[in-house]
């Protein structure tokens, strides 16, 4: 069973359009962060995120996490190409652990 | 600046064989964790390693063993590899507590056990 669960697991879409990727739990984390990686590369950290409520933004994206520190959502406005990849959630609960969510695989058609 | 260094990249063992993937920093970080990277599932942590001399389990550590003789290397070893264990392997590393700071991945290692 996951901690974490994505949502969509893949999605296409064209250049320009908007999209929302959703990270769910019935857990409580510490901090959530976000990751994109990309074939043959590691997962690279976008943002983390650690009181209810937050909302960060980094260029055309936008990430909140939930009020409950359950959930989060990553928003992208005006996808290009240089977006596609797969991204990730993260959430921390006890002292060391890291727990990665299922991943939504983004591709953007130029 | 090499950052988190994984060997081999590529790996095909036979049921039964021993291993052991490599990683290594030289960001002076005190955090280390193997992770493995499953279709549909994410990255799973097998081990970490808070500082020299300290190891412990994470969420799939069975039929892996882990040692942290030196800040820099964080070695992960398959006792007797199972098809069950094909997957790729990330070794991370992080200043402190992952969940607080900047976790840096390695390129991977695609193991493959027939």
């Known amino acids: 069973t996951q901690l974490l669960e994505q949502s969509p697991q893949f999605l296409s879409i064209q250049e320009g359009e908007n999209l929302t990727v959703y990270c769910n739990s019935s857990?409580?984390?510490?901090?959530l962060q976000w990751y994109r990686q990309e074939p043959g590369e590691g997962p690279v950290l976008l943002v983390t995120v650690v009181t209810g409520g937050e909302v960060k933004k980094l260029k055309r994206l936008t990430f909140q996490f939930g009020d409950a520190r359950k959930d989060s959502s990553l928003h992208i406005t005006a996808a290009q190409p240089g977006d596609t990849g797969l991204y990730l959630c993260a959430g921390g609960r006890g002292a060391n652990n890291l727990f990665f969510g299922t991943g939504t695989r983004l591709t953007v058609i130029p | 600046n090499a950052g988190v260094t994984q060997t081999p990249k590529f790996q095909v063992l036979k049921t039964g064989q021993s291993m052991t993937l490599q990683c290594a920093q030289d960001m002076n970080h005190e955090y280390m964790s193997w992770y493995r990277q499953d279709p549909g599932m994410g990255l799973r942590l097998i081990h970490y390693s808070v500082g020299a001399g300290i190891t412990d389990q994470g969420e799939v550590p069975n039929g892996y063993n882990v040692s942290r003789s030196t800040t820099e290397d964080f070695p992960l070893r398959l006792l007797s590899a199972a098809p069950s264990q094909t997957s790729v392997y990330f070794c991370?590393?992080?200043?402190?507590?992952?969940?607080?700071?900047?976790?840096?991945f390695g390129q991977g290692t695609r193991l493959t056990v027939v």
């Open positions: 991370a590393s992080s200043y402190s507590k992952p969940m607080n700071t900047e976790a840096f």
């Open positions: 857990s409580v984390f510490s901090s």
